[in-house]
């Protein structure tokens, strides 16, 4: 609920990747906040997809850890929720490796806007690769981050 009451304006249209998109709660909301936008879901978890395939019907499923299961996609906005473990251990690397990636795979003036906990610190990372980072919504264990490459 913390990143889609972060969303900017999207207009129809507008290609939208669910990165690590579990059930598909972000691509749902994001579809009910903007019809029209053109969905993609993708995930690791075949289960996970199968039922983000029945919560958001009509968005394009991509089964993968990675954005280069997408190939040369490129989008308007990049959601995600991104998995920061492991098991019972914790491991950034699928999130370092969105954030290394994102800026690849986005438009001109698109985003990736992602939901971790507040203390994940991401001001760094996030600013080794986009030339905008900002953090529009935060509550008392959940920060979103913005990161623009314009």
Do not use: M
């Not at 709660?25 to 983000?52: C, K, M, R, Y």
């Amino acid at each position: 609920a913390l990143l889609i009451g972060a969303l900017p304006p999207l207009r129809p249209g507008a290609r939208v990747l669910d990165y690590a998109c579990g059930s598909g709660v972000i691509g749902a909301g994001a579809a009910a906040f903007a019809p029209g936008i053109v969905l993609e879901l993708l995930d690791n978890d075949s289960v996970a997809l199968e039922a983000a395939r029945e919560n958001v019907p009509g968005a394009h499923l991509h089964l993968g850890a990675a954005l280069a299961v997408v190939g040369g996609a490129r989008y308007d906005a990049i959601l995600s929720n991104p998995p920061l473990h492991e098991g019972f251990v914790e491991n950034h690397a699928q999130l370092e490796q969105l954030i290394a990636d994102a800026p690849a795979h986005l438009q001109p003036g698109g985003i990736l806007k992602i939901v971790v906990q507040r203390r994940v610190p991401l001001d760094r990372l996030l600013s080794q690769h986009f030339a905008t980072v900002t953090t529009p919504a935060e509550n008392g264990r959940y920060r979103v981050w913005r990161a623009a490459t314009t």
